[in-house]
Nanobody, 119 residues
Framework: QVQLVESGGGLVEAGGSLRLSCEAS????????MGWYRQAPGKQRDLVAT???????NYQDSVKGRFAISRDNAKNTVYLVMNSLKPEDTGVYYC?????????????WGQGTQVTVSS
């Protein structure tokens, strides 16, 4: 069983910054893609950013230049630094990753962490 534990969410004023962390634990032989999604109230869950095991990144257009995703492979942890936050960045942020459990590749999701940006 693999668990993802997220931290770092909270309430911040517009223009502020937050750093999210997500640590994976359990039976993990390897991790390929890691990423962050967010879900605003009443909306679908959307991709925010991804990072491959070689460090290649991809971002949703609305966060380019403001957010930065990174990972620490030794710690099975992915981070999301969010700068110049806007009220429209408000939502529940979920981390996700693809991992090899020794037999097959699977997906895992965190429980979500709330980010609220006040205007």
């Amino acid at each position: 069983q693999v668990q993802l534990v997220e931290s770092g969410g909270g309430l911040v004023e517009a223009g502020g910054s937050l750093r999210l962390s997500c640590e994976a634990s359990g039976r993990i032989f390897s991790i390929n893609l890691m990423g962050w999604y967010r879900q605003a109230p009443g909306k679908q869950r959307d991709l925010v950013a991804t990072i491959t095991n070689s460090g290649s990144t991809n971002y949703q257009d609305s966060v380019k230049g403001r957010f930065a995703i990174s990972r620490d492979n030794a710690k099975n942890t992915v981070y999301l630094v969010m700068n110049s936050l806007k009220p429209e960045d408000t939502g529940v942020y979920y981390c996700t990753l693809g991992y090899l459990d020794g037999v097959q590749w699977k997906d895992a999701w965190g429980q979500g962490t709330q980010v609220t940006v006040s205007s």
